[in-house]
């Protein structure tokens, strides 16, 4: 256990469906993040939460809706998706500025999405 | 072209060897993060470098800022190092696409 904690683990929905992963942190830290890593292709930052306040939104469909009511917690909201969408979706924490000797970004385990 | 290249793609190695996995970078960042993930998805931060070296159990981390270079050492190599390695610059959201290590017993 990281102390960052993802559900559901799988999740399998149609494209007309509406889920939402969540995402929960117990290590105190100040910023949250959203990954995707789809099949033989490299992490892609999808969101950044610091203080609450989203501060990055690189470029990612309107289909996919990030949600930061507390420091704590982290929703991704899907609706309509496309299979393309299938991948891992991981949440990260991190306390910014990073304390000396921090590892610097826990994950979570990840959700492993398939849209059919 | 990737700004943040992984050598090799791929490795094997015999339980006990000394591994090396390297990985060049194109661009300034901030610093420099070497990531473990298992075939379960799950990955687990390993180091955080923006200068010289950091050493873990059998798990070591260098840093060159001048040649944009860091390698990832793994001594006594064991089976369940087996994982995929990815170095990335977290805070520069710049990844590579990870070293797939297998090691044999």
């Known amino acids: 256990e990281t102390g960052v904690t993802q559900t559901p683990r799988h999740l399998v929905m149609g494209m007309t469906n509406k889920k939402s992963l969540k995402c929960e942190q117990h290590l105190g830290h100040n910023a949250m993040y959203w990954y995707k890593q789809s099949a033989k292709k490299p992490l892609e930052l999808m969101f950044v939460?610091?203080?609450?306040?989203?501060?990055e939104n690189n470029s990612v469909p309107s289909r996919f809706s990030p949600e930061c009511p507390n420091s704590s917690h982290l929703f991704l909201h899907l609706h309509t998706l496309q299979p393309e969408d299938s991948a891992l979706y991981l949440c990260?924490?991190?306390?910014?500025?990073?304390?000396?000797?921090?590892?610097?970004?826990?994950f979570g385990s990840g959700t492993r999405l398939t849209v059919v | 072209k990737n700004e943040v290249e992984q050598s090799p793609q791929n490795l094997t190695a015999q339980e006990g060897e000394f591994i090396t996995i390297n990985c060049s970078y194109s661009?300034?960042?901030?610093?420099l993060h070497w990531l473990q993930q298992h075939p379960g998805g799950g990955i687990v931060s390993l180091f955080m470098l923006s200068s010289g070296k950091k050493k873990h159990g059998r798990l070591i981390a260098t840093i060159n800022i001048q040649e944009k270079h860091s390698s990832l050492h793994i001594t006594a190599s064991h089976p369940r190092d087996s994982a995929v390695y990815i170095c990335?610059?977290?805070?520069?959201?710049?990844f590579g696409a990870g070293t797939r290590l297998t090691v044999k017993p």
């Open positions: 939460y610091n203080f609450k306040e989203q501060t």
């Open positions: 990260a924490s991190s306390q910014d500025p990073p304390p000396p000797g921090d590892y610097g970004y826990t």
């Open positions: 990335a610059a977290l805070n520069d959201m710049r």
């Open positions: 661009v300034g960042i901030s610093a």
